[in-house]
């Protein structure tokens, strides 16, 4: 896909946001750099040469890598093994990433270099922002990075630039001279340091996070909507949001989400006094705010530790162009960046919790006073019985996967490497998440909408929850006769993950 007619980012003295790289990503708005980064990436640069000229030691520029720091190289060497350095660390197996995450990935390389640290040369830079606009995607297998450095996906993107392996170029996937002839592009040519520039990053974490930010953020929407239905449909009691009490103990989100809550509740014939059925529902109605609070409260702090990731230089070693120096640091770490998504992952998985119990209960007629499993026909009929199948089954997959991973790696590089976060396959299990929680999502929004016309309150729907009900019934006719919901629920699933297109 062309990025000719797309939109343009550009990267200049403000960096680029997290919603810049999905843009960037999913819909091929084009990079535009500013004179500004251009003059950073050379002041950089610069210092970069001088210390070759002075044959300094310097980490990847002048000595080897991980265990080989202890290896000088020689001046003749330098360019030969900036070569080698991707061609060794394409080390990566599995299923190839998306085309998004690809993307993503180069276009977070490409804005931690426009930070100033990296000191790749400003043809290498160039190049990547050519690539990108192209639409040039490397074949980049998905597993292999335990997040010191992305290091073997970053190295498969690079021996795409440098005309090795296959590149994915407009649905086809071609070797990569070709690709990139037909693409109106020249290899990469390296400088001292440019092959390690490169690849010492965490790049493909940083844009997954963000990919997978946009997402939950429109998740958590359509979570609050499907809540709010979910509530109509059940009469339960809305004293729960009442910011007094609420206020008492301000827990994190909790009345952000609750204000939130009654701006979709809004007009409702809920909101009249006495409407509720119980004075006090189960929790996984009375603590939405609380638990959904939580969520709150987690997606920001993530969008925080990727906010600092994504507009700063974690470059080992880092070029501080306004002192002349480079230094060797350990700022590609990414202990607080993957215990904030171990957390955001936690939350999701309270909350799956929390929508799973809610469609059981909206079935049951010992809870919700409606017919068995939502069926207007009687028992002969199966309803959404099933349904609670797939609800069970996605729910005890999310918290499987809200277990941590980032704790064990095995130490590599002969010891020295001793320590790493499992950054991406921290993302991995949010992603894969965010994907479970939009069925259940999907399906609670489904159940409560039927269940709405079982009470018969469809005309006395707040605001919010009113267009969330006209929108499930434009794509989901209500359920009679039994019939496969699988389709209905992907239907609405689909629906409510898509972005701005």
């Not at 750099?33 to 980490?59: C, F, N, Q």
């Not at 597993?143 to 010191?148: C, D, P, T, V």
């Not at 790049?203 to 946009?214: E, F, H, K």
């Not at 997606?299 to 990727?306: G, L, P, S, V």
Request: proline share 5%.
């Amino acid at each position: 896909m062309s990025a000719t007619n797309s939109p343009s980012i550009i990267f200049s003295s403000a960096p680029p946001t997290i919603e810049d790289i999905a843009a960037i990503a999913r819909r091929h708005a084009r990079i535009e750099i500013s004179a500004e980064v251009d003059a950073r990436i050379v002041a950089a640069r610069a210092v970069v040469d001088r210390y070759t000229e002075k044959d300094l030691p310097v980490y990847g520029l002048t000595t080897g890598l991980g265990a080989g720091v202890d290896t000088r190289l020689a001046t003749e060497d330098l360019v030969a093994f900036q070569m080698r350095v991707p061609q060794a660390r394409a080390v990566g197996v599995g299923e190839p990433l998306a085309r998004e995450s690809v993307r993503a990935m180069m276009a977070v390389r490409a804005a931690g270099m426009a930070a100033g640290g990296s000191g790749v040369s400003l043809k290498v830079f160039q190049g990547l922002i050519a690539a990108i606009n192209a639409g040039i995607h490397p074949v980049v297998p998905s597993l292999g990075s335990i997040g010191a450095a992305d290091l073997a996906p970053l190295a498969h993107m690079s021996r795409g630039l440098l005309g090795f392996g296959d590149i994915e170029l407009d649905g086809d996937v071609l070797p990569a001279a070709v690709a990139l002839e037909r693409a109106g592009l020249k290899p990469l040519e390296f400088a001292p340091k440019d092959g390690h520039a490169l690849v010492v990053a965490n790049s493909l974490s940083i844009g997954l996070a963000c990919l997978t930010l946009v997402d939950i953020e429109r998740l958590f929407d359509w979570s609050l909507k499907a809540i709010a239905v979910n509530f109509e449909a059940f009469r339960a009691n809305v004293s729960a949001f009442d910011d007094r009490a609420l206020a008492a103990r301000p827990a994190f989100g909790q009345r952000r989400v609750a204000a939130q809550l009654m701006e979709l509740l809004s007009g409702s014939s809920l909101l009249v006094a006495d409407a509720a059925r119980r004075l006090q529902d189960p929790l996984s109605y009375r603590c939405t705010p609380q638990v959904w609070g939580a969520l709150r409260h987690a997606i920001d702090e993530a969008r925080q530790a990727t906010d600092i990731e994504l507009v700063s230089s974690s470059d080992n070693p880092v070029v501080i162009a306004s002192e002349g120096v480079i230094l060797s640091h350990g700022n590609f770490d990414m202990t607080a960046f993957v215990l904030a998504w171990e957390r955001l992952g936690q939350a999701m998985a309270h909350c799956a919790a929390g929508t799973a119990y809610r469609i059981m209960k909206i079935m049951s007629p010992g809870m919700s006073d409606l017919p068995r499993f939502l069926t207007p026909m009687g028992q002969s009929r199966t309803g959404f019985a099933t349904v609670q199948k797939t609800v069970s089954a996605m729910e005890a997959e999310i918290r499987h996967l809200a277990m941590p991973v980032s704790l064990s790696p095995i130490p590599v590089a002969d010891g020295v490497e001793d320590q790493a976060s499992m950054a991406p396959s921290v993302l991995a299990k949010a992603q894969a998440i965010v994907e479970r929680l939009r069925y259940l999502v999907a399906i609670e929004l489904i159940a409560s909408v039927q269940a709405v016309e079982l009470r018969g309150v469809s005309g006395e729907l707040g605001k919010g929850s009113a267009e969330a009900y006209a929108f499930v019934r434009t794509h989901v006719p209500a359920l009679e006769e039994d019939r496969a919901q699988g389709p209905d629920f992907a239907t609405i699933a689909a629906l409510i993950g898509l972005g701005p297109q």
